[in-house]
């Protein structure tokens, strides 16, 4: 059973983290989460104990299921051992008096445990020809509702945008003429860590024609205020548009159509974020100098080139060795940027 007083701390900490930093209530709630497996470990040991805790908090987090009964995953661990070191840190800062018992050592020993690397699997994205797939059937067979995720499906691949981004994307934060996208919170999207950003579209012409088509009639529809994606309405029997703001769970909802119109085309369903994947794949696949990669980790609102290849530069293994035999052959990179390239691609695999 959880310390009341502990789960007490937990929201005066997840208070002080909005007036401070500012999060947005998505990045509130993934720390709310993380910070309940710290008090279910603890169940109902003081605080202040913590550190007398048997088992420690990373061999407990090993045998604990996530939100679906299953094994939490490596960086899972990682995060909430990070959010814990956090949390005890803000209570030994705070209350030095009250939680004696903490200190800066043991608060270092929040660490998951070095695991044996696991084999290898390749990483499992959205391709272009997965969406051309879906693309295939004729427009007016299709109900309003599967045209939209269709189009959805499309534009997901050539924004690489975020779930969350995509489903809050007002049709004033989107003009199809430049390919442009304002990520900008200000006008409603709802932006990781609420940054803002211009971003644009990947020019794949036959998925630009999926894109235009729902954006023309979408535009005769509703105002530019209602979402790029809308809610459809069907409870007179006929799918209509709204122009309903997005609820809380729109991220959920979309992940679901999607991965229901996959089924129906008979592909493995794939969550939105695998489409955000296989944006960054392609593209990197079209690279032809580092100004290129730059390019498209803003595009992917990233803090740094560094983020981008360590999120999505691992390539199989057959790619990898092909990509590096073929670096300076056609090629707008410099000899020191191949150099840097080769070092890069075999850091990143290892």
Not at 37 to 59: G, I, T, Y
């Amino acid at each position: 059973m959880i310390n009341h007083d502990n789960y007490k701390a937990m929201c005066e900490y997840l208070r002080y983290e909005t007036e401070v930093f500012m999060l947005d209530d998505a990045t509130l709630e993934r720390h709310e989460s993380m910070l309940k497996h710290v008090l279910r470990w603890l169940d109902s040991m003081p605080l202040n104990d913590a550190p007398r805790q048997r088992p420690v908090l990373a061999v407990d987090l090993q045998k604990a299921g996530g939100a679906d009964d299953n094994e939490l995953s490596e960086i899972g661990i990682k995060r909430i051992c990070r959010q814990a070191r956090n949390f005890f840190t803000q209570l030994l800062i705070n209350y030095p008096r009250q939680y004696h018992s903490i200190t800066p050592a043991w608060i270092e020993t929040l660490r998951p445990p070095k695991l044996d690397p696991d084999l290898p699997e390749e990483r499992k994205v959205v391709t272009l020809d997965m969406v051309r797939q879906v693309n295939q059937p004729k427009i007016d067979t299709l109900t309003l509702a599967e045209w939209r995720d269709r189009a959805a499906c499309s534009f997901l691949y050539i924004s690489g945008m975020r779930a969350t981004a995509f489903v809050t994307l007002p049709l004033m934060c989107f003009d199809f003429q430049t390919r442009a996208i304002r990520q900008f919170p200000k006008l409603g999207v709802r932006t990781k860590n609420r940054k803002s950003g211009n971003t644009r579209l990947l020019e794949i012409p036959d998925l630009l024609d999926e894109v235009a088509a729902w954006d023309q009639f979408v535009r005769k529809q509703l105002p530019e205020t209602a979402p790029w994606y809308p809610v459809i309405d069907i409870s007179l029997g006929e799918q209509v548009l709204t122009a309903d703001a997005p609820g809380k769970f729109r991220a959920k909802s979309l992940s679901d159509n999607l991965k229901a119109l996959f089924q129906r085309t008979g592909l493995e369903p794939m969550s939105p974020h695998k489409f955000r994947h296989g944006h960054a794949v392609y593209a990197m696949s079209q690279a032809r100098s580092i100004a290129d990669l730059k390019a498209l980790s803003q595009n992917l609102m990233h803090e740094n080139i560094g983020t981008t290849e360590g999120i999505y530069g691992v390539s199989p293994d057959k790619e990898m060795h092909d990509r590096i035999a073929r670096l300076g052959q056609c090629s707008d990179f410099e000899p020191n940027e191949i150099a840097v390239l080769e070092k890069l691609l075999v850091r990143l695999k290892g």
